[in-house]
């Protein structure tokens, strides 16, 4: 069986993949908080007929060798962390991230979830919760009946509550960073969950220590670009037809090797 037939099969696999994350990226487009994905790929092992280096002679040595590639595989799936456009929403729960830093979210479990999207709501009993109401982290309450609610680039939330004139501070917002941001694990819901890949989780007050300051009434959006994936989505959609054109030239080869007579 001539090797080009899976040397090229293993091609369009490879592009395949490219596609499936091209896709995802676009289908998210105008999610908040998205972070868009690249697909990375190597080539796989290699036949070696003859060594680069091997002597010819008593004197000289083969510059060049010998050797024929299996084809190529994807080898990640990295997460892109550059910021998303922000856009105006006047709601004043929604609350945009202006550098680095995550959102903690506490998920069902108890475990500890990271986001970028900061679309919040106010549940029943007043806490600060995502839009399948996850609460942030550490919780935040909003008293009943507090009126002209402000998130200061700090974290710092105050509000006037029933019965009094003036703004009073009724709870903080913190961020977490990660040494490795794009080691997170993604799990759906805007979410992302700690890995050993992402090293630990460091929490700290807006603004400090390396970590974006907040802005109200903004979301941060998605930082696809949609013309950079449909230019992939080409890309990709090429090079998967020019791998079938290979299996077609070996399998055409192989067909006249099946047709000689003597």
Do not use: C, H
């Amino acid at each position: 069986m001539m090797r080009s037939l899976w040397t090229a099969a293993s091609g369009m696999a490879a592009q395949q993949q490219n596609i499936n994350v091209v896709a995802n990226n676009l289908a998210n487009s105008n999610t908040n908080g998205f972070k868009k994905s690249r697909a990375d790929f190597q080539d796989l092992m290699y036949q070696t007929i003859q060594n680069p280096g091997s002597p010819s002679t008593n004197t000289s040595q083969i510059p060049v060798g010998i050797q024929f590639g299996m084809g190529a595989k994807l080898a990640a799936v990295a997460k892109i962390f550059t910021p998303g456009d922000i856009n105006q929403t006047g709601n004043q729960l929604d609350v945009a991230i202006e550098g680095d830093g995550f959102f903690q979210i506490q998920l069902p479990d108890g475990t500890t979830a990271y986001t970028r999207a900061g679309s919040f709501k106010m549940d029943s009993n007043g806490r600060v919760v995502t839009s399948d109401g996850y609460p942030l982290i550490p919780e935040v309450v909003i008293p009943s009946g507090s009126t002209k609610i402000t998130i200061g680039t700090d974290g710092t939330i105050s509000a006037v509550q029933a019965g009094q004139n003036t703004a009073g501070t009724i709870g903080n917002i913190q961020l977490a960073s990660f040494p490795n941001p794009p080691g997170l694990s993604a799990m759906g819901r805007n979410m992302m969950l700690q890995t050993d890949a992402s090293g630990n989780a460091t929490t700290g007050t807006p603004t400090q220590n390396g970590l974006g300051s907040l802005a109200q009434g903004y979301l941060e959006m998605s930082n696809v670009n949609i013309v950079e994936e449909m230019v992939q989505m080409i890309v990709g959609q090429r090079a998967y037809e020019t791998n079938s054109k290979a299996i077609q030239a070996s399998d055409e080869m192989l067909q006249t090797a099946n047709n000689l007579r003597r």
